[in-house]
């Protein structure tokens, strides 16, 4: 199934642990590709903007872990860690995935960046244990959290430019 959010498509293929999505931003690939990669930039726009961002550690590199933190303003946490697999490039990376609060669903997430005149095609896909594992995170609102963290990009790289 295909879905468009916000000018993001999302596609959960019938039957398969997997889901696609593909977003244009309106920025050079080498700036899209520091928003990923450098911690503060990284924390001003990844995820929910009603949470704070704590990013513990972001070794990008092969071999290098992540932990970072989503706070909300009751001091509830949700926290997601993983390692980096193959040296990330401007072209792409590739990492596992794993929310805390579900643990031993580990995704294994590549997102790669193609500039197209200037802009950059984002095109991410993560890959599931499971078809059920890959529900539960479409049904958990990943979407949703996914777009509002694009818009956040947005903004973040009208910024920088």
């Known amino acids: 199934m295909t879905t468009s959010l916000d000018q993001m498509t999302v596609t959960t293929p019938e039957g398969l642990p997997f889901i696609d999505i593909e977003r244009t931003l ?18 001003q726009w990844l995820g ?3 949470y704070e961002m704590i990013v513990e550690r972001w070794e990008v590199r092969d071999g290098g872990r992540y932990r970072y933190i989503h706070r909300a303003a009751d001091g509830t946490e949700f926290a997601f860690h993983g390692v980096f697999h193959g040296e990330p490039t401007p072209e792409g990376m590739t990492q596992t995935f794993e929310f805390e609060l579900w643990p031993g669903h580990v995704a294994l997430d590549s997102v790669r960046f193609e500039e ?5 095609i984002v095109r991410m896909h993560s890959t599931y244990q499971s078809v059920e594992a890959r529900d539960g995170m479409a ?3 990943m979407a949703t959290g996914v777009a509002e963290g694009f818009r956040r990009l947005d903004e973040l790289l009208a910024r920088l430019r």
Do not use: C, I
């Not at 050079?28 to 503060?40: K, S």
């Not at 197209?116 to 950059?120: H, Q």
């Open 116 to 120: 197209v005149e200037g802009r950059t």
């Open 26 to 43: 309106d920025a050079p690939r080498a700036l899209v590709f520091r928003a990923y990669t450098e911690p503060e930039l990284l924390k």
């Open 48 to 50: 929910p903007s009603k």
């Open 139 to 141: 049904e958990g609102g």
